[in-house]
C-alpha cells in the first residue's frame, strides 16, 4: 500500500513540476497510439462499412475471424511485426525496426480487429428501414454509408476509443519493436515495465497514473466530439 | 402514357408467393391507393416500385422506362420519387436537417436548401421545432416530418405505405391534411398503401384492392364499393351481409336467388342455375316492427340476435333463416325498442343486391 501512496504523490510531483522526461515519454505514447488509431480507423470505416453493405460468401467466417483476433496477445503482434522488419525479413530494407514508425504499425495491426469487428456491430445497430428511407430519398451508396456511421456514431465511437485503449495500454509491441530507446521509441508502458523490473516501483506507478490520465483527456475528448 | 405501369410483376420469398402477376397503371397526376389487409403485399409492391428491391419477375416501368429489369437501377430515377415508409423514420439530427436530406444528397446549394426547407416547415406547421431533434418528437409529428422530408424535393412520384397507421386519430387526421394539401399544390402522382378503405375514399381518385398478393380489383371508389368484383372484395369494402344462393329464375334482369328455402330477389345478368353470392351492404336494410308493404322487392321476417353499438349507430345482427346483418341509426332502434329476441321485419330493394357470378371470380 505504501509503494501505492509514495507512487501516486511522486506522480502528483512529476505532473505538477512538468518532469521534462516524464513530459517527453507521455507526450510520444500519445503520438504514437493516437497515430495508430487514426490510421487504423480511417482503414478499418470505410473497410466495416464495405463489410456490412455487401454480402459475400465468407461473410460470417470474416466476421468470426476478426473478433477471434480481439484478442491476439500484444506480443505475438510484436513478434509478427519483428519477423516483418527485421534485416532478413522480408520488409527489412525499409529499416524501420526500433522506431516509432514500426510501432505504429504494429499497434494498427494490433487494434484493426476491434475496430473493424465493433465499427461493423455498431452498423448492425442501424435499423434497417434507415438505411431504406435514405435511398428512397435519393442517396447514393455513398451517402447512405455515410448516413449510417453518422447515425451509429455513439457506437462508433465506443469502437474508436476500444482501439486507442488497447493501442495506449499495449507493452509487447513497444518493448520487442521499439526496443524501448531512451528519447526515442520509450513510450510509458515500456518505462514501466523498465522501472519495475529496476526496482524502482514509485516512478513505475507515477507513470501508470499519469497513463490513465492520457487515457482519460483522450477520452473525453472523443465524447465531447460525438455530443456535437 | 401512364406514369407507373407494373406488368406481371411476382415477388417471391422462399416457399412464399408475396405478389402475383400484379398489373397496375397509375396516371401523371392521379392519386392511386392500395388498399388490402395486413400482409397482402402493398409493402412489398411499394418497395418494388421504389427499387429498393428487385422484383422475381416482372417489369416496372417509370414513365415509360424499364426500370425493374436492369440489374443496377439508376440513382437519377429513384431521384424521381420518394417513399414515406410506414413506421416513422426520422434521422438523429435536427428536424431541419431531417427535411434538408434529400435536397443536400442532390447536392443543391445551401440558399435554396434552406428556402424550400423553412417552407415546407411552415406547410406542416413545424417551424417552430426547426432545431429540435428530430428523435425527441412524437410518432405523428416525426411522420409529418417524413413526409415533408419526401416532397421537399418535390418527387414526380410519392409512395407512401400506410402513413396513418399507428397514429392517433388526431395527428393521424392531420397526416391525411397534410396529403391533401400535397396533391393540391404540387400536383404529384401518388400511390399510398392503406388497410383503411374509408381513408383510400377520402384521398384517392382510384383504388386497387390488393388480396393475397393479387390485385383483385381496380378502380374509382364507388365502382368498387358498389360492385366488388368476387367475395373477397365484398368482404374487405364491408359488404358484410355476403349470402351464398344458386339462381333459380331470370327475367328481364330481374333474378331469383334461392337461400336456404327463402327467395331473394336481385338486379342481374347471371344466367339460371348459377352459384351466386348476394351481397347486401348492412345500411341498405330497412327494419320494421310490423310487415308493411313498400317498393322494396325483398321482406323477410327475422330474430334479433345480437345488437352491437359503436357510436351513434347500432349494428343488429338478425337471424332470417339465414344470418342478416342491418345497420340502424341509435335513436331508430330506440324508438322501435329494438332488442335482443324481437322479432322485426328487415326489408331491402332489389337494385340494393350486388350479385356476384361464384364460378368467375377471377380477376383482371
Redesign the interface.
Known amino acids: 500500500m505504501d509503494a501505492i501512496w509514495q507512487g501516486l504523490i511522486k506522480a502528483l510531483q512529476l505532473i505538477i513540476s512538468l518532469d521534462p522526461e516524464v513530459l517527453e515519454i507521455s507526450g510520444r505514447s500519445l503520438r504514437i497510439s493516437v497515430t495508430s488509431t487514426l490510421l487504423a480507423s480511417l482503414i478499418c470505416l470505410p473497410l466495416a462499412s464495405l463489410v456490412h453493405f455487401n454480402n459475400f460468401p465468407g461473410k460470417r467466417v470474416l466476421v468470426n475471424l476478426t473478433q477471434t483476433f480481439y484478442s491476439i496477445p500484444t506480443v505475438a503482434v510484436g513478434l509478427f511485426v519483428f519477423v516483418l522488419f527485421s534485416r532478413a525479413g522480408p520488409l527489412g530494407g525499409l529499416n524501420l525496426l526500433f522506431t516509432p514508425t514500426v510501432m505504429v504499425i504494429g499497434q494498427m495491426l494490433l487494434i484493426t480487429p476491434v475496430l473493424l469487428g465493433l465499427t461493423i456491430s455498431a452498423l448492425s445497430g442501424v435499423?434497417r428501414?434507415?438505411i431504406?428511407?435514405?435511398?428512397?430519398?435519393?442517396?447514393?451508396g455513398f451517402?447512405t454509408t455515410l448516413?449510417v456511421l453518422?447515425?451509429a456514431r455513439f457506437a462508433v465511437t465506443a469502437a474508436v476509443i476500444m482501439g486507442f485503449g488497447r493501442a495506449i495500454s499495449e507493452v509487447g509491441i513497444a518493448l520487442i519493436v521499439g526496443g524501448n530507446i531512451r528519447g526515442f521509441t520509450r513510450v510509458i508502458t515500456s518505462a514501466i515495465s523498465l522501472e519495475t523490473s529496476k526496482g524502482d516501483l514509485e516512478l513505475a506507478i507515477a507513470l501508470g497514473i499519469i497513463l490513465m490520465f492520457a487515457a482519460l483527456v483522450v477520452n473525453i475528448l472523443l465524447n465531447m466530439q460525438q455530443q456535437r | 402514357m401512364p406514369l407507373i405501369e407494373t406488368a406481371d410483376l411476382c415477388q417471391r420469398y422462399g416457399e412464399n408467393d408475396i405478389l402475383q402477376n400484379v398489373n397496375l397503371k397509375v396516371e401523371q397526376g392521379e392519386v392511386f391507393a392500395l388498399i388490402g389487409p395486413t400482409g397482402a403485399g402493398k409493402t412489398s409492391l411499394l418497395?418494388l416500385i421504389?427499387l429498393?428491391d428487385l422484383p422475381t419477375s416482372g417489369e416496372i416501368y417509370f414513365d415509360g422506362t424499364s426500370i425493374a429489369g436492369s440489374a443496377r437501377p439508376t440513382?437519377e430515377l429513384?431521384?424521381r420519387?420518394?417513399?414515406v415508409?410506414q413506421?416513422p423514420?426520422v434521422?438523429?439530427?435536427s428536424v431541419y436537417d431531417n427535411i434538408a436530406?434529400?435536397l443536400k444528397?442532390?447536392k443543391e446549394n445551401k440558399g435554396d436548401i434552406r428556402g424550400k426547407v423553412d417552407g415546407i416547415l411552415e406547410m406542416v406547421a413545424l417551424s417552430g421545432y426547426k432545431d429540435r431533434q428530430a428523435r425527441t418528437l412524437s410518432g405523428g409529428e416525426m411522420q409529418m416530418i417524413?413526409i415533408a422530408?419526401?416532397i421537399v424535393?418535390e418527387p414526380e412520384l410519392l409512395?407512401m405505405d400506410e402513413p396513418t397507421a399507428n397514429l392517433d386519430p388526431a395527428s393521424a387526421a392531420k397526416i391525411e391534411a397534410l396529403i391533401t394539401d400535397t396533391i393540391h399544390r404540387y400536383n404529384t402522382t401518388i400511390i399510398m398503401s392503406t388497410h383503411d378503405m374509408f381513408q383510400g375514399q377520402r384521398l384517392a381518385d382510384r383504388v386497387g384492392v390488393l388480396l393475397n398478393g393479387q390485385i383483385q380489383q381496380s378502380g374509382y371508389w364507388r365502382q368498387v364499393f358498389e360492385s366488388p368484383r368476387n367475395e373477397g372484395v365484398a368482404t374487405f369494402v364491408g359488404v358484410e351481409n355476403i349470402i351464398d344462393g344458386l339462381v333459380a329464375s331470370s327475367q328481364d334482369k330481374i333474378v331469383t336467388i334461392t337461400v336456404d328455402g327463402s327467395v331473394i330477389e336481385a338486379v342481374s345478368d347471371s344466367a339460371v342455375g348459377v352459384e351466386v353470392c348476394a351481397c347486401i351492404r348492412p345500411e341498405d336494410i330497412t327494419l320494421a316492427k310490423s310487415k308493411t308493404s313498400s317498393s322494396a322487392r325483398n321482406s323477410f321476417a327475422g330474430r334479433i340476435t345480437r345488437i352491437v353499438s359503436f357510436g351513434a349507430l347500432r349494428r343488429i345482427e338478425l337471424d332470417c333463416g339465414f344470418p342478416l346483418v342491418a345497420l340502424v341509426t341509435k335513436r331508430s332502434a330506440e324508438e322501435m325498442e329494438l332488442d335482443k329476441g324481437k322479432q322485426v321485419y328487415a326489408s331491402f330493394k332489389a337494385t340494393g343486391v350486388h350479385v356476384i357470378s361464384r364460378q368467375g371470380n377471377d380477376p383482371d
Open positions: 435499423d428501414p434507415i431504406d428511407t435514405a435511398r428512397s430519398l435519393g442517396a447514393t451517402q448516413l453518422k447515425e | 418497395r421504389n429498393l440513382i429513384r431521384r420519387m420518394a417513399f415508409l413506421k423514420v434521422f438523429n439530427m436530406c434529400g444528397w442532390r417524413a422530408r419526401a424535393s409512395l
